[in-house]
């Protein structure tokens, strides 16, 4: 637990960064500029470089689509719960998304090289490409609600460059191109960099929302959805397909993570609160850095 705890704690030397940056040097600085040089030209390079890792196995496939399916299904019962909640359409979209979409890569992979040793890169890599997929859809979509009509939400789905970066990426994986040498390196250096932005950008953010008032309605039920209900559904699920510790624990994992860095980016260009979305990523990552691992270690003797 300290080493993950610890792990968090480094990523966040990003985040301190941009803090700094925006707080004391950019006070004038326009943070959806930074959103866009993220979304539209760092991510999908990072989506190459993934793919270009890993052979997308039948195993890796079963595993991200039963990821890919129960997030689905969270997001429609979750949304007509949302209606009742919350009369704001973007408090809606922060509650539903931001509990869905959850911090999958940043944090998720790093968690399962501790907790289930390198056995589970490919499975959490997968289960991170199928987290993807949804914040191109259903992310977008969700958060676009927040402000746009039904027709310009399903728009804003095509203009995603994120959704065209993970088709083209997954076609070359299955025809079986890689990429090595020098294109390989380069990509491997252009992921590395985006997930370091990914992270400052949080801080950017933070320097304008850390000021924002708690909306605790919507910080209680964030709680109550994101680590008791999603946690007792994928309890449920992976004692009934009877996956043992090892693949049922990393499900259950990536299914309890904190909020991605991406709902900033996706609250941010669709004018969602960008700002108290960056306060609820920052405080629930925190907060994982115990809740995760300690939830983990109460589910592991029932499914051994």
């Not at 922060?94 to 790093?110: A, F, Q």
């Not at 309890?256 to 629930?284: E, G, Q, T």
Request: a positive charge.
């Amino acid at each position: 637990m300290f080493d993950i705890f610890t792990g968090v704690i480094l990523l966040y030397v990003f985040v301190a960064i941009g803090y700094a940056w925006r707080k004391y040097f950019a006070p004038n600085f326009v943070e959806q500029e930074f959103t866009k040089l993220n979304v539209y030209f760092m991510q999908p390079l990072l989506v190459f470089w993934g793919f270009s890792k890993y052979d997308v196995t039948q195993e890796v496939l079963t595993s991200a689509l039963v990821y890919f399916v129960l997030s689905i299904v969270l997001i429609f019962l979750f949304q007509v719960i949302a209606k009742l909640l919350f009369k704001d359409p973007k408090k809606r979209a922060i509650y539903v998304m931001s509990s869905v979409l959850g911090n999958t890569g940043n944090l998720g992979i790093p968690m399962g090289l501790i907790i289930f040793g390198p056995e589970s890169l490919p499975y959490t890599t997968a289960l991170n490409l199928a987290n993807v997929i949804n914040n191109s859809l259903f992310g977008v979509y969700g958060y676009s609600r927040g402000s746009f009509s039904i027709k310009a939400s399903l728009f804003n789905i095509l203009k995603f460059p994120l959704l065209w970066a993970n088709l083209i990426a997954i076609t070359i994986n299955i025809l079986g191109i890689r990429f090595e040498g020098s294109v390989g390196n380069f990509l491997e250096i252009a992921g590395h960099t985006s997930l370091s932005l990914q992270l400052m950008l949080l801080g950017v953010f933070l320097a304008r929302g850390i000021g924002e008032t708690v909306e605790w309605k919507l910080w209680i039920h964030l709680f109550i959805f994101k680590f008791v209900i999603i946690t007792g559904i994928g309890v449920a699920l992976v004692l009934w397909l009877d996956w043992g510790w090892f693949l049922g624990g990393i499900l259950l994992m990536e299914l309890i993570v904190p909020p991605a860095v991406n709902n900033i980016n996706l609250a941010s260009l669709y004018d969602c609160y960008p700002f108290k979305v960056a306060k609820i990523v920052f405080v629930f990552t925190m907060m994982a850095a115990v809740l995760v691992p300690a939830i983990l270690l109460l589910i592991k003797p029932f499914l051994s």
